[in-house]
């Protein structure tokens, strides 16, 4: 069974740091592109960041670029996003989705999501 | 940058009733198009993919149709599961982009 775990949420302040990581099993992850997908409270989804499985090519958002990394550790079957320079509009549901292609493709298993505040 | 608008914002219906859904796209997509079905408090689930194909253990009830710009997800007859929120997303086009959703509710 495919699993994904993101953990590493919270509550930061304005222009603080955090570091998303989600833990995959079930599957091979080394074989996968993956992304991370966004939520704002209420809102809509917003795609974030991909990586391809061997991170030879890495998008990100406008939105994000400059502030956000996104990387992963294939011996270790995890993802990460390292957020920086974090602003009130970055709060949102954090979600780790498989891609089904080879980068910003369709994302066909997700994870539960972790909550990131951005708050003083 | 590929704008999806999706309509109607709310589509109150009963069990057993057909839904219908639209996507439309600022540009065409082409067939690369997904929906996606959220229900409070979890995560989305890939429906459909490639505008009609059916993802793996989505029943018959769903079925996708469009290509270019103008997409629809239909569902035959609601069962009480389905009353959810429903995302187009495109991936023809840079960056990948989400719809606005459809809130599918009961009547």
């Known amino acids: 069974e495919v699993q994904l775990v993101e953990s590493g949420g919270g509550l930061v302040k304005p222009g603080g740091s955090l570091r998303l990581s989600c833990a995959a099993s079930?599957?091979?992850?080394?074989?996968?592109?993956m992304n991370w997908v966004r939520q704002a409270p209420g809102k809509g989804l917003e795609w974030v960041s991909s990586?391809?499985?061997?991170?030879?090519?890495?998008y990100y958002a406008d939105s994000v670029k400059g502030r956000f990394t996104i990387s992963r550790d294939n011996a270790k079957n995890s993802l990460y996003l390292q957020m920086d320079s974090l602003r009130a509009e970055d709060t949102a549901v954090y979600y780790c989705?498989?891609?089904?292609?080879?980068?910003?493709?369709?994302?066909?298993?997700w994870g539960q999501g972790t909550l990131v505040t951005v708050s003083s | 940058e590929t704008v999806l608008t999706q309509s109607p914002a709310t589509l109150s219906l009963s069990p057993g009733e057909r839904a219908t859904l639209s996507c439309r796209a600022s540009?065409?997509?082409?067939?690369?198009l997904a929906w996606y079905q959220q229900k409070p408090g979890q995560a989305p689930r890939l429906l459909i993919y490639?505008?009609?194909n059916r993802a793996t253990g989505i029943p018959a009830r769903f079925s996708g149709s469009g290509s270019g710009t103008d997409f629809t997800l239909t569902i035959s007859s609601l069962e009480p599961e389905d009353f959810a929120v429903y995302y187009c997303?495109?991936?023809?086009?840079?960056?990948?982009?989400f719809g606005p959703g459809t809130k599918v509710d009961i009547k």
């Open positions: 989705a498989r891609d089904t292609g080879s980068g910003w493709s369709y994302y066909d298993y």
């Open positions: 079930g599957f091979t992850f080394s074989s996968y592109s």
């Open positions: 990586v391809t499985s061997n991170s030879n090519y890495i």
């Open positions: 540009q065409s997509v082409s067939s690369s």
């Open positions: 490639d505008a009609s």
């Open positions: 997303q495109q991936r023809s086009n840079w960056p990948p982009a």
